[in-house]
């Protein structure tokens, strides 16, 4: 029943913009802690970007001042928008629907690449 979609991966320059999204269904999604993780080759899945219930934002020092991320209720929506994108930032990203005390959702990635 559940399900998580994303959508906006891509191929981009080094200071290109790219907007992900993640359509949500088959949860409470107002009740969800809605983030997004990223997992370059050879490394460990890092959180990215995380807006809670509540509306509390954080994200990952690497990506602060660059990335975005907000969530659109009536479309069951979390987006990430960014910009001034880096190699570093080649990985595979992955949107995830976590509430506390219960294991968390996970979409299947959408692959972004940064390069020349």
């Known amino acids: 029943q559940v399900q998580l979609v994303e959508s906006g991966g891509g191929s981009v320059q080094p200071g290109g913009s790219l907007r992900l999204s993640c359509a949500a269904s088959?949860?409470?999604?107002?009740?969800?802690?809605m983030a997004w993780y990223r997992q370059g080759s050879g490394n460990e899945r890092e959180l990215v970007a995380v807006?809670?219930?509540?509306?509390?934002?954080n994200y990952a020092d690497s990506v602060k001042g660059r990335f975005t991320i907000f969530r659109d209720f009536a479309l069951r929506t979390v987006y990430l928008q960014m910009n001034s994108l880096k190699p570093e930032d080649t990985a595979v990203y992955y949107c995830?629907?976590?509430?506390?005390?219960?294991?968390?959702?996970w979409g299947q990635g959408t692959q972004v690449t940064v390069s020349s």
């Open positions: 088959g949860i409470a999604f107002t009740y969800y802690d």
């Open positions: 807006i809670s219930s509540g509306g509390r934002i």
């Open positions: 995830n629907a976590a509430r506390l005390g219960q294991r968390p959702y």
